[in-house]
């Protein structure tokens, strides 16, 4: 099982960045998706998260209206548009796969910086 991130960078207060989620190794149209985050010296935080079929999303109140979760099932990829970023959104991303409470996958994270 592999989730890889990618897209993660710099970026200016006010600009946007979008992040990818490839994965493989499993039946990925079967796992509702999620993008998680951890601030430095901070607990991790669900930031959005995707049903199979992609026609559900949730997002945490610090992201509503910013973030835009989506999947792609025939590329097996996940995304996470972010605009509209602020200092505050400074944090190593995750990607997880999660199959019922059975299966439950990690990807090592991507890290985005908002600064001047």
């Known amino acids: 099982v592999q989730l890889v991130e990618s897209g993660g960078g710099l970026a200016q207060p006010g600009g946007s960045l979008r992040l990818s989620c490839a994965a493989s190794?499993?039946?990925?149209?079967?796992?509702?998706m999620s993008w998680a985050r951890q601030a430095p010296g901070k607990g991790l935080e669900l930031v959005a998260s995707?049903?199979?079929?992609?026609?559900?999303?949730n997002y945490a109140d610090s992201v509503k209206g910013r973030f835009t979760i989506s999947r792609d099932n025939v590329k097996r990829t996940v995304y996470l548009q972010m605009n509209s970023l602020t200092p505050e959104d400074t944090a190593v991303y995750y990607c997880?796969?999660?199959?019922?409470?059975?299966?439950?996958?990690w990807g090592q994270g991507t890290q985005v910086t908002v600064s001047a």
């Open positions: 997880n796969a999660r199959f019922l409470s059975q299966y439950d996958y």
């Open positions: 995707i049903t199979t079929t992609g026609t559900s999303t």
């Open positions: 190794g499993f039946t990925f149209n079967t796992y509702a």
